[in-house]
């Protein structure tokens, strides 16, 4: 009962510090002025007290996830010592499996074969937090990056796995230049795990070849 009490006294401070700080460029408490500067620093301070007593929400995530990336890249040697032909026929490797095992379950697998195929065909392997981002997407969830961060090489990894049962994956970009450059680039990899690549825009459509 105490710390509902004082979560809901902290919870209203919060909320009245960020309402203030939005509305005024300054405000007085107990007749000292405030900046929006300070109140900024009080809002993150009342931010930083409530991840300290609730936990941070992505925390637990996180840490699910890296557990998986440990375990893609435990398989790493294991796909890198293949041969091209037997790399590119793990696609039907993992296709046999789906049939008693989920997407889920054949997730790690799957993604050291992409990773491994990016390094050899476009020279670019996925960073452990791109890794992540594959995850995330797959998940269905949104995968926020900066530009440059890498978010074309991210997809093929949800793309790959969830192509994996032939039901087709569609992803939409922004515009058509964007759609027929990234389609040509990272067709590369789903063209050298045997996956066949189109691309529709307005008035036309294209296969990678």
Same mark, same amino acid.
């Given at each position: 009962?105490?710390?509902?009490?004082?979560?809901?006294?902290?919870?209203?401070?919060?909320?009245?510090?960020?309402?203030?700080?939005?509305?005024?460029?300054?405000?007085?408490?107990?007749?000292?002025?405030?900046?929006?500067?300070?109140?900024?620093?009080?809002?993150?301070?009342?931010?930083?007290?409530?991840?300290?007593?609730?936990?941070?929400?992505?925390?637990?995530?996180?840490?699910?996830?890296?557990?998986?990336?440990?375990? #893609?890249?435990?398989?790493?040697?294991?796909?890198? !010592?293949?041969?091209? *032909?037997? %790399?590119?026929?793990?696609? &039907?490797? +993992?296709?046999?499996?789906?049939?008693?095992?989920?997407?889920?379950?054949?997730?790690?697998?799957?993604?050291?074969?992409?990773?491994?195929?990016?390094?050899?065909?476009?020279?670019?392997?996925?960073?452990?937090?791109?890794?992540?981002?594959?995850?995330?997407?797959?998940?269905?969830? #949104?995968?926020?990056?900066?530009?440059?961060?890498? !978010?074309?090489?991210? *997809?093929? %990894?949800?793309?790959?796995? &969830?192509? +994996?049962?032939?039901?087709?994956?569609?992803?939409?970009?922004?515009?058509?230049?964007?759609?027929?450059?990234?389609?040509?680039?990272?067709?590369?990899?789903?063209?050298?795990?045997?996956?066949?690549?189109?691309?529709?825009?307005?008035?036309?459509?294209?296969?990678?070849?």
């Amino acid at each position: 009962m105490e710390k509902r009490l004082i979560l809901a006294i902290a919870l209203s401070l919060l909320i009245l510090i960020s309402w203030s700080a939005f509305v005024s460029k300054t405000y007085h408490i107990e007749n000292k002025e405030v900046t929006k500067d300070s109140a900024r620093g009080l809002y993150l301070f009342m931010k930083k007290i409530f991840k300290r007593v609730l936990g941070d929400p992505q925390a637990k995530t996180i840490k699910r996830l890296k557990r998986r990336v440990n375990e #893609v890249n435990a398989l790493g040697p294991k796909y890198k !010592k293949l041969s091209d *032909a037997k %790399l590119k026929d793990q696609t &039907n490797v +993992l296709k046999k499996r789906l049939e008693k095992e989920s997407l889920d379950k054949i997730l790690p697998d799957a993604f050291a074969v992409v990773r491994e195929a990016a390094t050899r065909t476009l020279k670019q392997r996925h960073f452990d937090v791109q890794l992540i981002g594959g995850m995330v997407l797959h998940e269905g969830n #949104v995968a926020e990056m900066k530009t440059g961060e890498g !978010k074309t090489l991210v *997809a093929t %990894l949800a793309v790959y796995l &969830n192509a +994996l049962n032939s039901k087709g994956v569609h992803v939409v970009t922004v515009n058509d230049y964007l759609a027929q450059r990234d389609a040509g680039w990272m067709g590369q990899i789903y063209n050298f795990l045997g996956l066949s690549v189109g691309v529709i825009i307005p008035d036309e459509s294209f296969l990678y070849d």
